[in-house]
C-alpha cells in the first residue's frame, strides 16, 4: 500500500506508528462517552500513540432480545459528534444497515462493518460510496482469503480508503481462535491491518444469554498481533469491565490500559526497527 488511511488527523498503515483503536463497546451515556474518551487520550498522549475514540450506537447483534443495545441513531451519533468536537480526537462507530450509513458518515471519520455483516455487498457499497475510510472486520466464518472479495466489493466505488479487521475464527461451539498465520496473509492484501484484541477473547454466546470471554488473553494476544505486524490495535475499554452494558468479559479495564499501551508501542519499535535492518 502506497498510503496510510486517514482516519481524521490519524494516519494509519504504510509503516506508521501503530495506533489505537478503543472505547466502550457501546455508548452508555454522554458522560461515560466524554470521560472514557477524555482519559483513553491522556494515556495515548502521553505515550505518542494516535487514537482513535470507538463506541457503538446500537449493538444490533446482542445475544439476547433483553440485553442494551445502545441509545439509537440520533442521540448516540450526537455524543459521537461531542466526543470529536470536546476531546478532540476522531471517532468510528458501527453500521449494521444502508439506512444508517449517510447519517454517521456525517459524525464519524470511519465507519465500521460489523463482522456478521461483512459480506453484505449493499452495506459495503453504501458505506464505500460515503468517501469515509472504512474498516471491515472478517467474519468468524471466514478464511483470510476471503477478505480479497470483500474488499473487492468496497474498492469497486473508487474508495481505497480501507482496512481490514481480525477478530478471531470460530473454533467449535462458543469459542474463537487466532491463527498468527492470517495475519501475515491478511497483510500482503496491501491495506492497513487492525487487530481486535478484545473480541478475539470473546466466548460468543458462552453465558447462555450473553457472551463471555477470555479477559487474561488480551495482552498477550494483543503483543503477538503486534509483533507479526499490525498497523492497528482494536480493544473495547472500560472503567469497570464487570459492570458494562456489552462486552464486559472482553473488554480491558482502562486502570490497566497504560502498561500494555507501552509494551505495545515497544513491541511495534522492535519490529520496525528489526525490518529495517
Given amino acids: 500500500m502506497s498510503e496510510p488511511v486517514a482516519v481524521g488527523a490519524v494516519r494509519i498503515g504504510a509503516g506508521e506508528r501503530f495506533a489505537f483503536i478503543g472505547g466502550t463497546c457501546t455508548i452508555e451515556s454522554r458522560d461515560s462517552a466524554l470521560r472514557h474518551a477524555a482519559a483513553i487520550r491522556a494515556v495515548t498522549d502521553g505515550l505518542g500513540i494516535p487514537f482513535v475514540y470507538k463506541s457503538s450506537f446500537d449493538k444490533a447483534n ?3 432480545i433483553t440485553s442494551p443495545r445502545g441509545p439509537g441513531i440520533d442521540e448516540g451519533l450526537a ?18 444497515d444502508v439506512a444508517q450509513v449517510a ?15 461483512c459480506r453484505q455487498t449493499d452495506l459495503l457499497l453504501a458505506a464505500a ?7 471491515v472486520k472478517k467474519g468468524q466464518f471466514l478464511a483470510p482469503w476471503d477478505m480479497r472479495p470483500v474488499l473487492d466489493k468496497i474498492t469497486s466505488t473508487g474508495n481505497r480508503q480501507v482496512m481490514i479487521t481480525e477478530r478471531g475464527s470460530s473454533f467449535g461451539y462458543n469459542n474463537l481462535v487466532v ?52 498497523d492497528a490495535i ?4 472500560h472503567e469497570d469491565p464487570d459492570n458494562a452494558l456489552s462486552d464486559g468479559p472482553n473488554s480491558y479495564k482502562l486502570a490497566d490500559l497504560p502498561k500494555l499501551l507501552r509494551d505495545l508501542k515497544r513491541f511495534d519499535e522492535v519490529r520496525k526497527e528489526n525490518s529495517a535492518a
Fill in 62 to 64: 446482542r445475544t439476547s
Fill in 79 to 96: 455524543i459521537l459528534a461531542e466526543v470529536r468536537r470536546e476531546i478532540g480526537v476522531p471517532v468510528v462507530t458501527d453500521v449494521h
Fill in 129 to 135: 460510496a460515503t468517501g469515509k475510510p472504512v474498516n
Fill in 234 to 237: 482494536f480493544l473495547e475499554t
Fill in 179 to 230: 491463527d498468527m498465520r492470517g495475519l501475515a496473509f491478511m497483510a500482503e492484501l496491501g491495506y492497513p491491518l487492525v487487530f481486535d484484541a478484545g473480541h478475539s477473547a470473546q466466548l460468543p454466546g458462552g453465558q447462555g444469554g450473553s457472551s463471555g470471554g477470555q479477559r487474561q488473553f488480551i495482552a498477550p494476544m494483543a503483543r503477538a498481533a503486534i509483533a507479526v505486524g499490525v
Fill in 103 to 117: 447519517a454517521a458518515a456525517e459524525v464519524v471519520d470511519l465507519l465500521q462493518i460489523p463482522a456478521f455483516l
